[in-house]
């Protein structure tokens, strides 16, 4: 039923946005299969073909990397996030994988309360149906200007 | 029938968002159960567990009271909200009540023409079902900065 | 059905705004129905009941002009839109029409990598069922500004 696996789409999508903007990093790497990449990639290499992602990482163990360098290197201030997500759209691929594109846009907020609109782009997505589960993430920003965009997931 | 509360509870959020958007505000104690809670927060007091709220409103009356002096003091430069609500998250609290937790960003415009990112954080909310009103919606702002932030309600 | 009927608007919704963003211009005629009115206003003159529009395209033939023209004047810098659209409200007019509002905001990124909010307001529509195309799209921008904003239809 169409209705429903929007909705299921938008939830995970929903989900995930909130575990990041409560600072509940170690939940990200269980937002993806055990093998699920998640790539950051500028519009502009995507554009022209360039497989050159500004992040990438491969399976659930490099994720959870990510989040213990995060917590213990400590050397980017301190600021929190806020994810607006629009436009989703689903596609059925098979019987247990659809693919999603969604726009994005990330509020940062530093600890002096300075609030900067940080990045927009789209997300395109493959999830495993069933449990709900990326099976591939691209951050593809509109930006190429990256300055301290690494410091937290997008 | 999930999908449906779903709607119910993104509907309501959009009718909210219009109210305010479009200055009728004599409609924005409406939204709210006769003894409904409004109240906004920063996400460091939050954090904090500090109960110091930025604005507190108890019930209908006290809502209009505020709408009445908003309409009268008329101390601040005209000026024009429109709010962006995302990744609404729902969950049945008991037969007659549910939470949803949401993203927004305000995008504010004064009569000049300068649009800015006025705020942005998250609504975490209590509806009532059937009837359709907030029984407390808690606007917990990203960034302390509140210059003139009680102008409009969020 | 309700819930069915809303999904349909915002799927059409973010059709719209990927192709917009994806710059698949030559497709944004395709959205609107043979004699579709396609219309910007600011939220200054929609109030005062002022009948100037920003922009007035009326047709597809005049909507495909518009593409031809901006993609052979070439006259403005590179540049990129992310739109976000939320706080979709729908209501039927008949069985073959229906009225929806929504809220909008784009994001504009030049070839330096420079982001700004470059326009924010409501999308006012009406719908022909069935073939889910625009019979009329008026973007009411929040902001009388203007500079480039006629270089990408919004």
Not at 110 to 121: D, I, Q, R, V
Not at 128 to 154: H, K, N, Q, W
Request: hydrophobic letters at 40%; one cysteine or more; proline letters at 3%.
């Amino acid at each position: 039923m169409k209705v429903e696996l929007q909705r299921k789409i938008e939830d995970l999508h929903a989900r995930y946005a909130h575990a990041l903007d409560d600072d509940r990093l170690e939940e990200w790497p269980g937002f993806f299969t055990e093998n699920g990449v998640y790539r950051i990639a500028t519009a502009e290499n995507e554009a022209r073909g360039l497989p050159l992602p500004v992040v990438y990482c491969e399976g659930r163990a490099m994720l959870r990397d990510r989040v213990q360098s995060l917590r213990h290197a400590n050397i980017y201030e301190p600021q929190r996030y806020r994810h607006i997500v629009s436009s989703v759209l689903v596609q059925r691929i098979n019987d247990s994988l659809v693919s999603s594109k969604a726009n994005f846009l990330v509020v940062r907020t530093m600890e002096n309360g300075e609030s900067t609109l940080f990045a927009s782009g789209r997300y395109v997505d493959r999830i495993l149906l069933g449990e709900m589960l990326y099976e591939e993430r691209v951050v593809i920003c509109d930006s190429r200007r990256f300055d301290t965009l690494l410091a937290i997931p997008l």
